[in-house]
């Protein structure tokens, strides 16, 4: 049976693009791109099946039709969030479902120790996640919220940082053994270095170290190139395959437990950040305002 009101986010581009006056406006406050809110206004108006604006390229305006079309919007998204509110309770009881989208490295080693205390607090909400190394479209993508690793854009998007992290080379002592032990960045040219590519660019980032006190960039030689999980190479480093780079966070327990050793130690100490991102325009949920605040507190 299919949901009754599955558009209602095609109503929610509509009214953001009437506040902002301007298709590409109203992108930039939903951290996406006109071409979506275009297509989620024609789909709207094809269900509806008349005009809801007239675009040219210098100006937007409603029909009559649209204007009356927004004005019961505006007033049914008030009731719904009136609604939130009431079978939040009085007490303040969080209810409710949080979509949230997260790369696998914090997903699987820094995400839990933070949910952990907010699901405990507040059994009635629920937190659907999506582990996976690719940037997802918040808007059309129905998210509440995502992780995001490294610079931001300026995409219109509310940020909030959860933390620099560092990286490490590491290896397994069996590998090692076998090929010797780099003393140099130069001496990596030699050795089997495990290389992840990247889902967005199809590209392998270089690897980020540092050398006298500057930041270098090395590009690993793609000898052993994993793609879609990065955590692919910190278990390939394991079984003694080669060199990886990853997050200290990530092998920390490798490393203590001696099934991985740090390569390099003095050329290492970069970081990158993490961020949590949020589109600033949404009606956030109680809940989803709670989490945020768990995560990243400002």
Known sequence: MPRQFDYLADVEVFTTIADKGTISA????????????????????????????????RRLSLTEAGQAYLDQARTAFAVLADAERTV??????????????????????????????????????????????????????????AIRLGALPDSGL??????????VLAAAPAYLARAGTPRTIADLADHSCLAFVMPSTGKIPPWQLTEAGAAVEWQAPPRLRVTDDVLGVVSLAQQGLGICQTYRFVAAGPLQRGELVQVLPDNGGRTRPFSLIYPPHKRLSSASRALIAALAPA
């Open 26 to 57: 109203a992108a930039i406050a939903l951290g996406t791109t006109p071409s979506v809110l275009s297509r989620a206004v024609a789909r709207l108006e094809t269900r509806l099946g008349t005009q809801l604006m007239r675009r040219t390229t």
């Open 158 to 167: 509310a940020a909030r940082k959860l933390g620099d992290e560092e990286l």
């Open 88 to 145: 939040q309770g009085a007490d303040g009881e969080l209810a409710g479902t949080i979509r949230i989208s997260a790369p696998t490295t914090y997903a699987h080693y820094r995400l839990p120790a933070l949910l952990q205390p907010f699901m405990d607090q507040h059994p009635n909400v629920m937190i659907e996640l999506s582990i996976a190394n690719r940037n997802v479209d918040l808007v059309s993508e129905g998210y509440d919220m």
